[in-house]
């Protein structure tokens, strides 16, 4: 299946199992809003809980808190947000469609890595074992001239970029001669800046008014609250403080199903350090963040850093944690190494002193900070576009079919695990209710009785349920189930009362914490 089929399918499969409907869907939709379903709130609050427990509770000097949307708006004057939170936009005269001047450069310059990916896999393959990369790379003309290419795209690319030149933007896409996906024209606009703010009111008349802002990240929440958790926790530096809230941008173009929406959440970290020591800290948590990625077991060539072509205005280091997702390497997360600027401008903007009093050093300094950021519905993307799997099988009756299957880590999974009368009466049914009723305060369980067990195996396999347990006429007898495997689908016999510690065991987010140690 190619890429893009895959992408198709997946958004149909979320929308089909209750994982993302698009939002006021009866209306026609609203551009770039979705809502979680039944199946998608509980993945949702899972991965939000994966992240949550590994800053809070593997780390003593990791707290968390949770500010409003609504701050006050000078906020996001002090952070740079009304004057420089902006993102360069085109439009293309042909087909009226708006567009990102500068992803439209990153694909681009995609595309070019894709040619030299593709001669490198070909060569791999007619090569075999004795094929060589890096001597490959270095020497093949056409890897050579592409990659000369990508060079000097990519030099004009940062420049245009560092020096917020819009007409050198404008340049490289007319000299690379990129088009327009719909209209295939090259018929463009000047490039301008859109700020991605969305402001509203708030009091009750209009003279008192006062213009807020709805947050883009949830960072400034953290920072304007540094001082009261620093001396109500009385934390010492190092330590950082966590959270976890809505954000919002009006974003220029947002396709891509949940990778870039208008409303969205954000996990971040903001982790206070002794000025000097930043970089250090930076390349720590780079460590520890790319670890907790890889731990979900979607295979280490799938993740990637990305060096960032400029640095935002407040950062002396920056990377991006990229994901193999659909559609190609995509940002995740992203890794800021954020200075002193926030504080500090918070501090002169408020009047307040923003420092910290370190006893070693006998001095007061205003903490750099080193920040995490991710976002919870591009996790969730990343999850269920790794999870997908169309599988050819056999089935019962000895035919072939074809199964999907959300192979989903089991401490994620939505259900943990369905219980199945084999048939509706002779007493199973109840069995069936009274596993449920024990082990329901420790599992999101669900019960299935319609329909052949084949069929309902199915269902849960694209729901992603890492179990099911079979209550037969053996039941009654022995008190055994029978417990099937998703991935493997393999079945075992069982006694019940060791169901809850074979499921717990794999469902633990223990499981995945403990990779996070090595
Ligand atoms: P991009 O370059 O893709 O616009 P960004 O660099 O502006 O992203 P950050 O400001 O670093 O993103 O935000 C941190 C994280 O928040 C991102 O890594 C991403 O996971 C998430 N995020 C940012 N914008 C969106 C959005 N519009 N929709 C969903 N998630 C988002």
Request: charged residues 30%; proline residues 3%; contains cysteine.
């Amino acid at each position: 299946m190619n890429q893009e089929d895959l992408f198709k399918k997946l958004i149909a499969h979320s929308k089909e199992y209750g994982y993302i409907f698009p939002s006021s869907e009866i209306y026609d939709g609203l551009g770039a809003v979705y809502d979680y379903g039944q199946n998608g709130v509980e993945l949702k609050n899972n991965i939000k809980k994966y992240w949550w427990d590994s800053m809070i509770l593997l780390n003593e000097n990791v707290v968390g808190i949770d500010s409003a949307i609504f701050m006050h708006p000078t906020i996001w004057k002090a952070s740079g947000h009304v004057d420089a939170f902006n993102d360069p936009l085109i439009d293309n005269k042909d087909s009226k469609k708006r567009y990102r001047a500068d992803v439209l450069i990153e694909e681009e310059l995609a595309k070019i890595e894709g040619k030299i990916d593709k001669e490198i896999e070909k060569a791999r393959v007619r090569f075999g074992e004795s094929f060589d990369e890096k001597i490959f790379r270095e020497t093949n003309p056409r890897v050579l001239e592409n990659q000369q290419k990508w060079n000097d795209l990519h030099s004009h690319f940062a420049n245009a970029l560092n020096n917020a030149d819009l007409a050198g933007l404008k340049q490289i896409i007319e000299d690379n001669e990129i088009v327009c996906p719909v209209s295939g024209t090259r018929n463009w606009t000047e490039v301008r800046q859109f700020n991605l703010m969305f402001s509203t009111e708030m009091g009750s008349t209009a003279d008192s008014s006062l213009k807020i802002y709805l947050r883009p990240e949830t960072a400034q929440g953290i920072f304007v609250n540094y001082l009261n958790v620093q001396k109500t926790g009385r934390m010492k530096i190092p330590f950082g403080i966590a959270q976890i809230g809505k954000a919002f941008r009006n974003e220029i173009v947002a396709r891509q199903f949940i990778f870039r929406m208008r409303e969205f959440e954000q996990m971040e970290m903001q982790f206070f350090v002794r000025p000097g020591t930043e970089l250090k800290w930076f390349e720590q948590w780079k460590e520890t963040r790319i670890k907790w990625h890889k731990a979900l077991g979607f295979g280490e060539s799938n993740y990637r850093f990305h060096e960032h072509e400029k640095l935002a205005h407040y950062a002396n280091a920056a990377v991006d944690i990229e994901f193999r997702f659909p559609f190609g390497f995509k940002e995740v997360e992203g890794i800021h190494s954020r200075t002193d600027f926030d504080l500090s401008q918070h501090q002169k903007f408020s009047g307040k002193k923003i420092q910290y009093f370190d006893p070693e050093l006998n001095e007061s300094y205003v903490p750099f900070v080193v920040e995490t950021s991710i976002g919870v519905d591009r996790m969730f993307l990343q999850i269920m576009s790794a999870s997908y799997f169309e599988e050819e099988i056999e089935s019962s009756d000895g035919k072939k079919d074809t199964r999907v299957v959300l192979r989903l880590p089991a401490p994620l999974a939505p259900v943990k695990l369905c219980v199945m009368p084999l048939i509706k009466k002779e007493g199973l049914p109840e069995k069936a209710r009274e596993i449920i009723d024990e082990l329901k305060f420790e599992f999101n369980c669900q019960y299935d009785e319609k329909d052949s067990i084949g069929k309902r195996y199915r269902r849960q396999d694209a729901i992603g349920t890492p179990f099911c347990v079979t209550v037969d006429h053996q039941t009654m007898e022995d008190n055994t189930v029978t417990i099937r495997y998703r991935d493997s689908m393999a079945q075992e016999r069982v006694a019940i009362d060791q169901v809850k510690s074979i499921i717990g065991n794999q469902v633990s987010l223990r499981r995945l914490f403990e990779k996070l140690k090595s």
